[in-house]
């Protein structure tokens, strides 16, 4: 069964930086594109980066220079490094498999406010 964990979300001000973690089983993880997606409210889910086995990355205009993408594999984790974050950057992030998976996590929520 394909199952994703993501923590690390919480409130920040604008400007300010996060680090998210996304602990996935069930799957041939270190073979897998591993990817990040957020939600915002009244919008559909978006792909923000992605990270093959050998850790080569493509990031979205919206977060590329300021967000970055990694992972072990060894651990079974990506993580996703979050900078100077935007009120538009407010959203529910999840990890899940690029193409993703049906199953997904149950995201952390970023808010980005002052």
């Known amino acids: 069964q394909v199952q994703f964990v993501e923590s690390g979300g919480g409130l920040v001000q604008p400007g300010g930086s996060l680090g998210l973690s996304c602990a996935a089983s069930?799957?041939?993880?270190?073979?897998?594109?591993m990817g990040w997606y957020r939600q915002a409210p009244g919008k559909q889910r978006e792909l923000l980066a992605r990270i093959t086995f050998s850790s080569s990355t493509v990031y979205s205009d919206s977060v590329k220079g300021r967000f970055t993408i990694s992972r072990d594999n060894a651990k079974n984790t990506v993580a996703l490094q979050l900078n100077s974050l935007k009120p538009e950057d407010t959203a529910v992030y999840y990890c899940?498999?690029?193409?993703?998976?049906?199953?997904w996590g149950q995201g952390t929520q970023v808010t980005v406010s002052s």
């Open positions: 069930g799957f041939s993880f270190s073979w897998a594109t």
């Open positions: 899940n498999r690029y193409p993703a998976f049906t199953d």
